[in-house]
C-alpha cells in the first residue's frame, strides 16, 4: 500500500471519528425536554352560564317594618326579639287611655240611645192605638172631629220621635266604631305569621310612626321565613341573555361546600346605577326545594350562577389549555415534539370550553399555556409522568 493511500485512509478515519464526536456531543447538548401539564380530550358536559357581580342575599318573601299610625308612650310590648308569633296576635300599644275612655263613654250613649228607644217607641204604638179609637169613636158621633185630630196628630208626633230614636241609635253604634277605629291607630297586630327580626324601642319609650320618605326606624320588623328567595344583581351586560324559569345554583358563604339548586323567578325591568359601581340588573331567584332552604337566614349573603344553555356527551378541554386565537398545543400520539393547532370553539365556561372543530377524542394538549418557552416544535414530557 502507498504512502498517499495510508494517508487518505487516516484522513477518512479521522473525518470519521469527528463526526461521531460531533454528533455525540450534539447529542449530549441537545435540550432537554419540558415538563408540561397534559390533559385529554374527552366527551362530557358544558355549560354556559352567568354569575352575579357582588353578592346577592337572602330574602324573605313577605317581610314589613311596622309602625304605629300615631306616635306615643309604649305601654305594652307583648313580644321580644325571635319571637314567632301568630297572624292577628297583638305585638304593641301604645298609650290611649284617652281613647279608651272615648270608647266607653261612646258604649254608653250607645245604652242609653237603645233604652231610649225602648221608652219612645212604646208610647208611639200607644198613641197610634189610641188614634185608632178616636177615629172609630168619631165615625160613631160619640166625640168631635178635633179630638180624633188631636189623637191622630199625636200619634204621627210620637212615631216621628220613635224614628229619631232609632236614628239616635245608629249614631251611637258609628260613634262607638269610630272611637274603636280611633284606638287601633295605637295598636300594632301581626299582619301574617313570622319571626320579629327587630324591635325598637322599649316599654315606656316614645315610638314615632315612620312616613314614607322619612329615615325613621320601624317599631317592629316581621319577617316570614317560611318562603325564602335569594336576590342578585347581575352585569347589565348579561341580563338580555337571563329569562324567568333558567336553572341556577346557589352557593352561601354561610355554607361553603353545599349548593342549591334553583330557578329564575324574575329579572328586573330597570337598571340599577350604584355609585363608583357597575350598573347591574337585580333577578329573584326560588329555591327549587323549598324545604331544602328552611332553616336558612334572612340576610345571608348568596352567589347565584345562572345556567344559560348545557350540552352533554360533547368534545371539550379545559380552558386553561386555550391560547391567543383559540389556539392549542397537542401533543400527538407517539411524538414528543408539540404542534399548534386552531379550533372552533362552542359553549364555554369558567372550567371547560365545547371543541367543534380541530381535535380528536384521546388527544392530549397542554394546560399550562403560562409557561415561558412552550411553544410549537418544543420537546416535551407529561410534568407527572402519565396522561391524564
Known sequence: MGLKQVIRRSWVIAIGVAVVLAAIIAWATRPQPRAVQLATVERGTVEASVANTRAGTIEACRRTRLSTIAGGRIAYLGVKEGDRVAAGQLLMRLWNEDQEAQSRLAEAQQR?????????????????????????????????????????????????????????????????????VERTRTLLYAPFAGTVAKIVGELGEYSTPSPPGVPTPPAIDLIDDSCLYVEAPMDEVDAPRIQPGLPVRISLSALPGRVFQGRVRRVAPYVTTVEKQARTVDIEVDFAEPAAARGLLVGYSADVEVVLARREGVMRVPNTALREGNRVLVLAPGRERLEARALRIGLTNWEYAEVLEGLSVGERVVTTADQDGIQAGTRVVAADGRVR
Not at 185630630?149 to 245608629?170: F, G, H, I, P
Open 112 to 180: 242609653v240611645a237603645s233604652a231610649r228607644v225602648g221608652e219612645v217607641c212604646a208610647l208611639a204604638s200607644a198613641a197610634e192605638r189610641e188614634a185608632a179609637r178616636q177615629s172609630a169613636l168619631h165615625a160613631r158621633g160619640f166625640v168631635s172631629s178635633g179630638r180624633e185630630d188631636a189623637a191622630v196628630s199625636e200619634a204621627e208626633s210620637r212615631k216621628a220621635a220613635c224614628a229619631t230614636a232609632r236614628s239616635d241609635v245608629e249614631q251611637a253604634a258609628a260613634r262607638v266604631r269610630a272611637t274603636r
